[in-house]
C-alpha cells in the first residue's frame, strides 16, 4: 500500500532546510516529523525535476506536477505462439 504524500507545506519546508540554512537530512527529517528516507526521496525528486530553492513563482500545483509526474502505463504487446496441445497431452500421459 503506498505512503501518502506530505503536504506542500512540509515538501517546501524541506527544500528550505536544505538549502537556505544547509542542514542534514537527519536533522531536516527531525525537524519535519518525516523518516530521513522520506527526506532523502523528496530532494531526490526536486533535483531529479530541476526545483532549485528559492521557488520563486512556481505554485503548487505545478510544483506537484513536478515532483509526480504522472506515469503512462505501457503494455507491451505479446506475440506467444498456441502450444501444441497434442504434444502435450502425449507428454503428459508418459510415466515419470
Known amino acids: ?3 501518502e504524500r506530505l503536504t506542500m507545506r512540509k ?11 544547509g542542514l542534514s537530512n537527519r ?10 528516507s522520506t527526506v532523502g526521496e523528496y530532494l531526490r525528486r526536486a533535483k531529479a525535476a ?18 509526480f509526474p504522472t ?3 505501457v503494455i507491451p504487446e505479446r506475440n506467444y505462439s498456441m502450444p501444441n ?10 510415466k515419470g
Do not use: F, T
Not at 27 to 36: D, E, M, Q, R, T
Not at 85 to 94: A, D, F, S
Open 11 to 21: 515538501i517546501k519546508e524541506i527544500l528550505r532546510l536544505k538549502h537556505e540554512a
Open 50 to 67: 530541476g526545483i532549485e530553492w528559492p521557488l520563486g513563482d512556481i505554485g503548487e500545483e505545478e510544483l506537484y506536477e513536478k515532483l
Open 85 to 94: 496441445w497434442e504434444e502435450v497431452h502425449n507428454e503428459k500421459r508418459k
Open 27 to 36: 536533522a531536516i527529517a527531525g525537524a519535519c516529523k518525516v523518516s530521513n
Open 1 to 3: 500500500m503506498p505512503q
Open 71 to 73: 506515469r503512462q502505463a
